[in-house]
Every structure is written in C-alpha cells, then in structure tokens.
C-alpha cells in the first residue's frame, strides 16, 4: 500500500467533493471519508492509503484541485 497526507486546505475547499473522493479513493465508508475530511478541517494531517501508485496519484490531482494541501 502506498500513502499521501493531507496537511491542510486552502480557502475555497470544496469539502462535499473532497469527502467523495476520499471516499471513492482511499476506499473508506462514507462515515469514515467524513470523520477524515473533519479532521483536516480542524488542522490534524490526514493519512489516507491507497492500493497502487497510479491511485494515489489520481487522487493527489483531485485533492489539490479541490483546495487542499497535499504531501
């Protein structure tokens, strides 16, 4: 498994969206894509696992391009 942290947002995050992708990405509930987008709401940094490279790439565009901060 290879992972990407989320280490915060820039204003104009498209939350709804953001919890989405988690969701169909990181391959998480729809509760627990929730939890995970709430905690980088409020500063935490996020982890999320992805099962290939190629994934976790595709992931890192749309995040970004969503408003967050991506390492």
Not at 7 to 20: H, K, M, N
Not at 28 to 40: D, T, Y
Request: glycine share 8%.
């Amino acid at each position: 498994m290879t992972r990407l942290e989320l280490v915060g947002w820039r204003p104009g995050l498209q939350t709804v969206s953001l919890i989405q992708a988690v969701r169909d990405h990181g391959s998480m509930s729809l509760w627990q894509a929730m939890k995970e987008v709430e905690r980088l709401l409020v500063g935490e940094t996020v982890v999320v696992e992805f099962a290939t490279e190629k994934s976790k790439e595709t992931f890192r565009e749309i995040a970004e391009r969503l408003g967050a901060k991506v390492r």
